[in-house]
């Protein structure tokens, strides 16, 4: 387990990101049903954060019925399957499991859709993002996202770590599913210059088409990963 990232606390609290640490270890195998975890306060010292805090994190996990709190014994894991979280389609992991996502916004601009583009949405304009990801503060990936434009506009001063809590808070709507397509790919010539510090000449690359309460797609992205530093995780319950 590690410290949870406080690039996005206006959008997600502190404690919820230790949540989502925890469920994303869970998801891993890294946590397994039955384990206990160690001591309220070590947590929180685990975490840098209060006790009160850890403990509204660990609420969220016994809501979820991630968590068996046993009165004179501690908090034991119970995982679950069906468990819907902020980053649930986040499918990027670190090598050994888990990791909390975190983005650093490289630009944000309104154009029209290039040629090449899949169908999605029903504007020929759409917000183009690009991000750099990190796992547990290390970069792993860069990602080129585009949202149709008639699904709303964004304010890039409010884009927090993730963009489909984004959606949901500031533009009310929620992607409901997703389509992956996974093969390899060269880096883009916008991505930072010290990203690639393994020299690679090939990245994992991921196409995604998302989908919200239409019958048609509304997003459209594309990530490039370190293979080294992160792996694409797929889990069929």
């Known amino acids: 387990m590690t410290k949870a990232g406080r ?3 206006t ?4 404690y919820q990101q230790i949540s989502e640490t925890l469920i994303r270890d869970i998801a891993s195998g890294r946590l397994v049903s039955g384990d206990r975890l160690p001591p309220e306060r070590e947590l929180a010292t685990q975490f840098d954060t209060t006790v009160r805090t850890l403990r509204k994190a660990l609420n969220e996990l016994e809501k979820n019925g991630m968590l068996e709190r046993v009165h004179g014994s501690g908090n034991y894991i119970r995982s679950s399957t069906n468990t819907k979280n902020i980053y649930s389609m986040f499918r990027l992991e670190l090598p050994q499991g888990g990791g909390l996502p975190t983005a650093q916004l490289l ?3 309104e154009v029209n859709k290039p040629v090449g583009l899949p169908q999605f949405g029903t504007s020929n ?27 709303g506009e964004i304010d890039p001063k409010s ?4 963009l489909y809590r984004y959606y949901q808070v500031k533009l009310k709507f929620w992607i409901q599913r997703a389509e992956d397509q996974v093969s390899v790919a060269e880096l883009p010539d916008w991505a930072p ?22 019958n048609y797609p509304v997003e459209f992205s594309k990530t490039w990963f370190d293979p080294i530093k ?3 995780v797929q889990r069929l319950a």
């Open 193 to 214: 210059d010290n990203f690639n510090d393994n020299n690679h000449r090939v990245f994992g690359y991921i196409e995604r088409l998302s989908w919200a309460q239409q």
């Open 159 to 162: 884009l927090g770590d993730s």
């Open 107 to 109: 630009s944000s601009r």
């Open 7 to 9: 690039a996005s606390a």
């Open 125 to 151: 304009r759409g917000t183009r993002i690009r991000r750099l990801r990190s796992l547990d503060k290390k970069p792993v990936a860069v990602e080129e996202i585009w949202l149709d434009r008639d699904s």
């Open 230 to 232: 992160a792996r694409y």
């Open 11 to 14: 959008l997600i609290p502190l």
